[in-house]
C-alpha cells in the first residue's frame, strides 16, 4: 500500500505497523524515533497504518519527543513505585515541560526526597529489562475491572468519553491515551527531582496524594546540562537575590504584600521611569483611577459575579465597595468622561494601577505570586479600520522592550472559543488581522485554537530567560465586551454613535514580578542603567584617599548616576570581593596617584582587567551605558 512520506507517495507492505514503515522509509532513525504522526495524530510506533496516511517519524530530540519519553517515564516512575510500595494508589502521571510528574497516594507510608536514590535504582533496573509498551483498547466495565482497588482511576473512567486505553510494560498497567516509546530501554536518562503535596484534581476538599517530579533527557549530556541549569536556577532564586542585596521584604503583617526596600525601590523606579518614557513617545496618555470603587461598577463590569472570591471587598457608608484587582473598569470610565469623535482615537490609555487579588496562602511565592502588584495596563480605544496598525504599533514597542533586556520570545494567538460573544464576522477579522502582525513582526507564533477569552481573541508573548524558563508578560487582547456594557461610543462621520474596538494590553504584566524575573534572569547583576548601586568608589586608604573618594562620588551623584563610597576599614582586597558580592557594576579604585592627577581606576563586574583614566572619561562611559542602557 501508499503512504505519504516527507511529501511523496512511497510504498509499504499492506497492513504494516510504524515500525515497519520506519525500517522501510527512515532506517537511519530507527534508534530515535519514539512515535509517529499519522494524518497528524500522534500514536505508537506499534500503531496498524492505512493506506493513503501521511506520516512523520518523531524523533526523541524534538519538542513532541520530549514530551513522549517524559509520559513514559511517569509510567517507569509508577512501576518502580508499585514494586517498591505495593500499596500505593496512583492519580495523574502526564508530561509537562521540561519533564513529567505522578500524584500517588502512598496510604499510611511517608516517602522523602530522601527515597529518591532507592526508586530510581529500581527505575534503571526496569530500564535494564525493556519491557515494551503494549496499548489495549478496553469497554468501561473491563477498566474498571482492571483498576478495581484504586480509586482515583476508577473515578477518572466513569468520567471517559469514548474508546479507554490501557498500556502496560510488564506487571504494570495504566490508564492512558499515549503514545508511549517502544519499550523502557528507551528511558535510560531520567532523574527524580522533587516532591510536593497535590489536592486529587486540585480540589482541597479532596485528599491530598504526594507529587513527584522527575525528568528524562534524550541522552546524558541534556540530563546534565540540564541539572547544571536547574542548580543554576536555585543560585539565581529571586528571593534569595532579593534577600542578599536588600531589594525587597515580605513581612508576617502582610503575606503577599511586597516592602520594596530603597535599592529594590530604585530598580522598580527605573523600570516605571522607562515605561513613562517610551508610552510617552508612542502618544499614550496617563492616567491614575481609585484603588477603591463602588459594588455597581463592579456589577456592570461583571467582576462582582464572576470573580469576587479574588477581590478584598469593605463597606462605606453602609454600601459595598472593593479594592479593583484590575485597571480596566477605571479606564473605561475615563474614556467615558469625555466624548469622542471619530477623528480623535485612537484614544491610548495607559496606568500604572497598583490592583490586589486574593490569592490562596499556599500559592504565594516571592514576587512571582502576590496579592497586590502594579499592572503596567494600557487600553486603546479605536476604529476598526485603525486596528492593525495600532496593534503593529504594540507589537514594535513589546519588541523593542524585550530586546533591551536581552529577552527572546515567542508569540501565541488564541483563537475564537464556542462560547464567544459579538459578531463572527468581527471575530475572523480580528483573528487574521492578528495573525498578520504576527508575521509582519517575524516573530515565531502558533495558533491555540479556541483558547481565547469568550470577549475576544488575544496574543500572548512568551518570555524565554537565561535559563530556559517561559514566562508570560505581554498580552494584547481585544474586548467587545466591556465596552458594550459600560455604552462606550464615539461619533462617527455621519453623526452616529459607533461602539469602539478596546484592547487590552500589558508589556511587564506585574511590575513586581517582572523585577522577579530579572532579578533571575541576571543573576542579579543587572544591567548598569537598572542597577541600584552602580558605581561603589573604593579608597585605597580611606583615611589619606577618603575625601577624595566623597568628593568623586557627589559629582557622579549630582550626574543622576547611584554611587557610594566603601571607606570602612577592611582591606582593599576584601572590599573589592564585596562589591562583587554585592554585583556591583562598576568598581572603583583611587588611591595617591588618583588623587593627585584627577584619576579613578576602575573594573567592571564580571572583569578581570582594570582601567585606569581621566574622571570625565569614566563619567563619558557611564552616561553612554545608562543612556542607551548597555548590560556595562
Not at 531 to 555: C, M, N, T
Not at 607 to 627: G, M, N
Request: net charge negative; glycine share 8%.
Amino acid at each position: 500500500m501508499k503512504v505519504i512520506f516527507k511529501g511523496r507517495e512511497c510504498e509499504i507492505k499492506d497492513g504494516a505497523l510504524g515500525f515497519d514503515a520506519l525500517k522501510e522509509l527512515s532506517p537511519e532513525s530507527k534508534k530515535s524515533a519514539v512515535a509517529i504522526k499519522a494524518n497528524g495524530k500522534m500514536e505508537d510506533l506499534s500503531a496498524k497504518l492505512e493506506k493513503g496516511m501521511e506520516i512523520e517519524f518523531v524523533d526523541i530530540a524534538s519538542k513532541e519527543g520530549f514530551e513522549v519519553i517524559n509520559h513514559s517515564c511517569a509510567h517507569l516512575l509508577a512501576q518502580a513505585v508499585l514494586r517498591l510500595y505495593p500499596n500505593s494508589l496512583f492519580g495523574y502521571g502526564p508530561s509537562v515541560e521540561e519533564g513529567f510528574y505522578y500524584d500517588i497516594d502512598f496510604g499510611e507510608q511517608t516517602v522523602s526526597d530522601a527515597d529518591f536514590p532507592k526508586i530510581e535504582q529500581e527505575m534503571a533496573k526496569i530500564v535494564k529489562e525493556n519491557l515494551p509498551f503494549r496499548r489495549s483498547e478496553v469497554s468501561e466495565e473491563e477498566a474498571l475491572s482492571i483498576f478495581a482497588s484504586n480509586p482515583y482511576k476508577c473515578e477518572h473512567i466513569k468520567e471517559l468519553q469514548g474508546p479507554i486505553s490501557v498500556y502496560r510494560q510488564g506487571e504494570f498497567a495504566d490508564l492512558c491515551r499515549g503514545p508511549h516509546v517502544p519499550s523502557t530501554g528507551y528511558l535510560k536518562h531520567f532523574k527524580l527531582l522533587s516532591l510536593a503535596g497535590a489536592y486529587w484534581k486540585g480540589d482541597s476538599k479532596n485528599r491530598q496524594l504526594t507529587r513527584i517530579y522527575g525528568t528524562c533527557q534524550k541522552d546524558e549530556a541534556s540530563l546534565k546540562e540540564y541539572l547544571e541549569i536547574l542548580q543554576k536556577r536555585k543560585d539565581n532564586d529571586h528571593r534569595k537575590i532579593g534577600k542578599e542585596l536588600g531589594l525587597f521584604m515580605i513581612s508576617d503583617y502582610g503575606p503577599g504584600f511586597p516592602f520594596f526596600l530603597p535599592k529594590g525601590m530604585a530598580l522598580k523606579n527605573e523600570l516605571i521611569s522607562y515605561w513613562r518614557q517610551i508610552h510617552s513617545r508612542e502618544g499614550y496618555m496617563e492616567i491614575e483611577t481609585p484603588t477603591i470603587l463602588s459594588r455597581e461598577l463592579w456589577e456592570i463590569s461583571g467582576h462582582w459575579d464572576h470573580y469576587k472570591d479574588n477581590m478584598y471587598t469593605t463597606k462605606i457608608d453602609g454600601k459595598d465597595f472593593a479594592i479593583k484587582p484590575m485597571n480596566c473598569p477605571g479606564a473605561i470610565l475615563t474614556y467615558n468622561h469625555d466624548l469622542h469623535s471619530y477623528k480623535d482615537l485612537p484614544v491610548r490609555i495607559g496606568e500604572l494601577g497598583h490592583v490586589h487579588r486574593h490569592e490562596a496562602s499556599g500559592a504565594l511565592n516571592g514576587l512571582f505570586r502576590v496579592r497586590a502588584f502594579t499592572q503596567d495596563d494600557a487600553h486603546i480605544f479605536c476604529r476598526r479600520d485603525q486596528l492593525e496598525d495600532e496593534i503593529k504599533g504594540i507589537m514594535r514597542l513589546f519588541d523593542e522592550v524585550y530586546s533591551v533586556f536581552g529577552l527572546s520570545y515567542r508569540i501565541v494567538l488564541s483563537t475564537r472559543p464556542e462560547d464567544y460573544i459579538g459578531e463572527k464576522e468581527f471575530w475572523d477579522e480580528s483573528e487574521a488581522i492578528l495573525a498578520r502582525a504576527c508575521e509582519h513582526s517575524g516573530h515565531e507564533y502558533q495558533i491555540n485554537p479556541g483558547d481565547g477569552a469568550f470577549y475576544g481573541p488575544k496574543l500572548d508573548f512568551k518570555l524565554k530567560d537565561s535559563m530556559n524558563r517561559t514566562w508570560q508578560c505581554g498580552t494584547i487582547q481585544l474586548d467587545v465586551n466591556l465596552p458594550h456594557r459600560f455604552n462606550c461610543y464615539y461619533i462617527d462621520q455621519n453623526g452616529e454613535k459607533v461602539e469602539p474596538v478596546m484592547l487590552h494590553r500589558v508589556v511587564f504584566g506585574s511590575i513586581e514580578r517582572f523585577i522577579g524575573i530579572l532579578t533571575e534572569n541576571y543573576g542579579g547583576a543587572f544591567p548598569t542603567w537598572l542597577a541600584p548601586i552602580q558605581a561603589r568608589i573604593l579608597p585605597v586608604l580611606p583615611e589619606s584617599q577618603g575625601e577624595y573618594a566623597h568628593k568623586l562620588k557627589d559629582r557622579l551623584s549630582e550626574l543622576g548616576f547611584r554611587v557610594e563610597v566603601d571607606d570602612s576599614q577592611e582591606k582593599l582586597g576584601y572590599r573589592m570581593r564585596n562589591a562583587i558580592v554585592c554585583k556591583i557594576p562598576y568598581s572603583i579604585v583611587v588611591g595617591e596617584k588618583e588623587k593627585e592627577e584627577g584619576l579613578l581606576t576602575y573594573r567592571v563586574l564580571g572583569e578581570k582587567e582594570q582601567k585606569t583614566v581621566k574622571v570625565e572619561e569614566f563619567i563619558a562611559l557611564l552616561t553612554d551605558s545608562v543612556k542607551n542602557k548597555k548590560r556595562f
